[in-house]
């Protein structure tokens, strides 16, 4: 599939008002502080040990109607949007591979980020994702059955709010299953925030931007991880860090995230199960109404045909 250059194109050079604001320059310290009320509950009313998937979470199929399967995801303020297309031979493949590929491309709106406004064309933040997004899927997806193949799965990211990577897998596992491509076992994401002896499970933006930096002479732990995993298999997919951290910390992360994976799995079987009845009853109405209209034809002809032998 080309790419799309055009649109939702905005103003080349244009930048956001909040860099001038008192907000954007605060140090470390204060930023930090923030994250938390007097109560111990993140801004939006969170204990640090529960996801947005279990409060704040929305997810359907069949988004896009050109796509062969298409998804919505939405955590609250992350809102991500997947479609896959048909299989079709790799373009600009000389020799012959056993193993159909799949091709992940991941966009933001240039809208979707709160800190800066994204520029029209791919940057390394998206190039990462997609190839993050691809090495994911791989392990989930049957690639014997369509050998010197491919798939396509575009991810285009609407708001992002944190953990747009694994709203991504998520986004992405959803639409392969809408549209029948063989997978193993169902994938399903989380991430989590680490900063100092604090875990933040399913971060926001503001929580992500605070792991990612650290004081210079602080050796705490402080970095992001999302984790993909396969349920009934019990094996991880893809496991990507970003930041500093010890191993029995990363450790404890793996532990959590394989718990958080787990809780999606109910609420996606539920998302196909109700997709798959929805098809079943359209496909009854279509019916129903070929029958009414093959009916109504069949009257017609016996009528014409009485007029012809009468005239």
Not at 195 to 224: C, M, Q, R, W, Y
Not at 274 to 287: A, G, P, S, Y
Request: charged content about 30%; aromatic content about 8%; hydrophobic content about 40%.
């Amino acid at each position: 599939m080309p790419l799309d250059y055009r649109r939702f194109n905005g103003p080349e050079d244009s930048v956001s008002y909040k860099i001038y604001t008192k907000d954007y320059i605060k140090p470390y310290e204060e930023r930090y502080n923030e994250l938390l009320d007097e109560n111990g509950l993140r801004k939006d009313g969170r204990a640090l040990n529960e996801a947005r998937s279990m409060c704040m979470f929305f997810a359907r199929t069949d988004m896009v109607s050109q796509a062969k399967g298409s998804s919505y995801v939405e955590f609250k303020k992350t809102k991500v949007v997947c479609s896959v297309f048909d299989p079709r031979e790799i373009p600009h493949q000389n020799e012959f591979s056993q193993l159909g590929q799949i091709f992940c491309e991941v966009k933001f709106a240039p809208f979707s980020c709160p800190r800066k406004r994204r520029p029209h064309a791919p940057d390394n933040e998206e190039r990462a994702l997609s190839v993050a997004l691809r090495q994911a899927l791989e392990p989930t997806v049957c690639r014997h059955l369509f050998p010197n193949y491919q798939i396509d799965v575009f991810i285009y990211i609407l708001e992002h709010d944190g953990s747009c990577l694994a709203a991504a897998i998520n986004a992405a596992g959803l639409a392969l299953a809408d549209a029948a491509v063989p997978m193993y076992d169902i994938i399903t994401s989380c991430s989590l925030a680490v900063i100092g002896d604090k875990v933040f499970v399913d971060p926001t933006e503001a929580e992500e931007h605070v792991a990612k930096t650290s004081l210079e002479d602080s050796n705490i732990n402080h970095g992001i991880v999302t984790m993909s995993f396969l349920s009934e298999l019990k094996q991880i997919s893809d496991f990507t860090q970003v930041g500093s951290m010890d191993v029995e910390c990363i450790t404890k992360a793996m532990e959590v995230l394989e718990v958080e994976c787990e809780k999606l799995v109910p609420n996606f079987q539920r998302i196909m199960v109700m997709n798959v009845i929805h098809n079943f009853e359209q496909r009854k109405r279509l019916d129903d109404e070929a029958k009414e209209r093959e009916e109504a034809l069949n009257k017609k002809m016996e009528e014409w045909k009485q007029l012809m032998s009468a005239g």
